[in-house]
């Protein structure tokens, strides 16, 4: 028996509002995944001494830690994506195609998550290569420069891609006010902010900026579903 055509329009519209809202909070799992990832991440600096550095790779604890963290920074990045594409699909409803800013804004995610994937990949490469390759510590030169090419290069240039995606959802907020327009605000001060991204506090504004937009979209009518009378 065909299922009439209205009952099959409510089951795809209850189907894909169930995904959207995962979608939306799969940025809250972004920023929990990321802080205990970023907190278990410590490994010598490149002024420390040989010493330092050669004991550090010698400790299987150190390693291990160091491994765990880089793998829940690469594991909060595939939430990410997620959570960058329910923001897609919300900014592409309300502007329309061809859909610049929200190109802009997706295009400046993909960036800002293949930055991070490849700081954790590099942050971890010494440790990974003695724990699951079986080698020996090969000396302290790769272990200094290693962690100086994820942060700062690697990490702060994500963050510089993460302006034009914040800079682009702002826009069409406060131009459509598909979400809380006191987010789009909340955007522009953040987006300035991370220009200052080698200190730590812009990347907590990055974080509560993602918090707050993945509540709103929660909250929202999912992209394609009309919003419930009041």
């Known amino acids: 028996m065909r299922?009439?055509?209205?009952?099959?329009?409510?089951?795809?519209h209850?189907?894909?509002?169930?995904?959207?809202?995962?979608?939306?909070?799969?940025?809250?799992?972004?920023?929990?995944l990321f802080v205990v990832g970023f907190s278990l991440i410590d490994f010598p600096s490149g002024d420390d001494s040989v010493a330092k550095i050669t004991s550090f790779y010698n400790d299987n604890g150190e390693r291990a830690q160091l491994i765990i963290g880089c793998f829940l920074l690469t594991?909060?990045?595939?939430?990410?994506?997620?959570?960058?594409?329910?923001?897609?699909?919300?900014?592409?409803?309300?502007?329309?195609?061809?859909?610049?800013?929200?190109?802009?804004?997706?295009?400046?995610?993909?960036?800002?998550?293949?930055?991070?994937?490849?700081?954790?990949?590099?942050?971890?490469?010494?440790?990974a290569n003695i724990t699951f390759g079986d080698e020996k510590f090969g000396g302290a030169e790769s272990a200094r420069l290693l962690p100086g090419l994820g942060y700062p290069i690697l990490l702060i240039g994500g963050m510089f891609a993460a302006i034009a995606m914040i800079d682009a959802t702002s826009v069409l907020i406060i131009r459509t006010s598909t979400l809380p327009r006191w987010i789009g605000w909340f955007g522009f001060?953040?987006?300035?902010?991370?220009?200052?991204?080698?200190?730590?506090?812009?990347?907590?504004?990055?974080?509560?900026?993602?918090?707050?937009?993945?509540?709103?979209?929660?909250?929202?009518?999912?992209?394609?579903?009309?919003?419930?009378?009041?």
């Open 75 to 127: 594991l909060s990045a595939v939430f990410f994506l997620w959570f960058l594409a329910s923001l897609r699909a919300r900014l592409l409803e309300v502007e329309g195609p061809p859909g610049r800013l929200t190109s802009i804004a997706f295009s400046g995610g993909i960036v800002f998550v293949t930055l991070l994937m490849v700081a954790a990949a590099v942050f971890m490469s010494v440790a």
């Open 189 to 230: 001060v953040t987006a300035v902010v991370l220009l200052f991204s080698f200190l730590f506090f812009p990347l907590l504004l990055f974080l509560l900026w993602v918090v707050f937009t993945s509540v709103a979209l929660y909250r929202a009518s999912p992209p394609g579903v009309p919003a419930p009378a009041a």
């Open 14 to 32: 209850m189907s894909e509002s169930r995904w959207a809202r995962w979608g939306a909070i799969s940025g809250i799992v972004f920023v929990v």
């Open 3 to 12: 299922r009439p055509t209205g009952q099959g329009n409510t089951i795809h």
